[in-house]
T-cell receptor, first 114, second 116 residues
């Protein structure tokens, strides 16, 4: 069963506007959630992760993500988008008992237009 | 520090041929993982090595796929014979720690495989 889902294949936003890339999860127990980004011709780069604690997680490049247990969501956000943020974003999760593998969403292509 | 590297970056082969993908993990990382993204869908786990041993190969699709990690350093993933549905992007990742809910896996740029 799908543990992590990204409902949008593509998100378009104008530079300077806030951006949101959506992710929902479906795991029993404590969720362990991550965001990765893939720039063209580059590997997946870790952005941030939620393990426990504050629901608002801050990560690299000014990104943050909000964990919402009632909505089972972990949306990625940034207050002001840059053209250089254009990339492919993947939400990923882990679940017990095997923490060695990630369950990824299908990816969301973010296009930031000048 | 060099990241995870993968070779080749692209491979185009005919159905029925053999292809071998290579992954060099970050130096000192005992844990190496293979993942695959097919047809723009989600990235799926294939297998996990701890040093030279296969810890988990539950994601390997069938016996046409063979992964090795002789000596516990680089790894190869061979597809023989390749089928059309094997087309996709194959990612390798490595990590110093395994079994932790919090550790990060470091990914390579992937190998794009096209089977014609």
């Amino acid at each position: 069963a799908q543990s992590v889902a990204q409902p949008e294949d593509q998100v378009n936003v104008a530079e300077g506007n806030p951006l949101t890339v959506k992710c929902t999860y479906s795991v029993s127990g404590n969720p362990y959630l991550f965001w990765y980004v893939q720039y063209p011709n580059r590997g997946l780069q870790f952005l941030l992760k939620y393990i426990t604690g504050d629901n608002l997680v801050k990560g690299s490049y000014g990104f943050e993500a909000e964990f919402n247990k009632s909505q089972t969501s972990f949306h990625l956000k940034k207050p002001s988008a840059l053209v250089s943020d254009s990339a492919l974003y993947f939400c990923a999760g882990r679940k017990a008992p095997n923490f060695n593998k990630f369950y990824f969403g299908s990816g969301t292509k973010l296009n930031v237009k000048p | 520090e060099a990241g995870v590297t993968q070779f080749p970056s692209h491979s185009v082969i005919e159905k029925g041929q053999t292809v071998t993908l290579r992954c060099d993990p970050i130096s000192g990382h005992d844990n190496l993982y293979w993942y695959r993204r097919v047809m723009g869908k989600e990235i799926k786990f294939l297998l996990h090595f701890v040093k030279e041993s296969k810890q988990d190969e539950s994601g390997m699709p069938n016996n046409r796929f063979l992964a090795e990690r002789t000596g516990g350093t680089y790894s190869t993933l061979k597809v023989q014979p390749a089928e059309l549905e094997d087309s996709g992007v194959y990612f390798c990742a490595s990590s110093p720690v395994a079994g932790s809910s919090t550790d990060t896996q470091y990914f390579g740029p992937g190998t794009r495989l096209t089977v014609l």
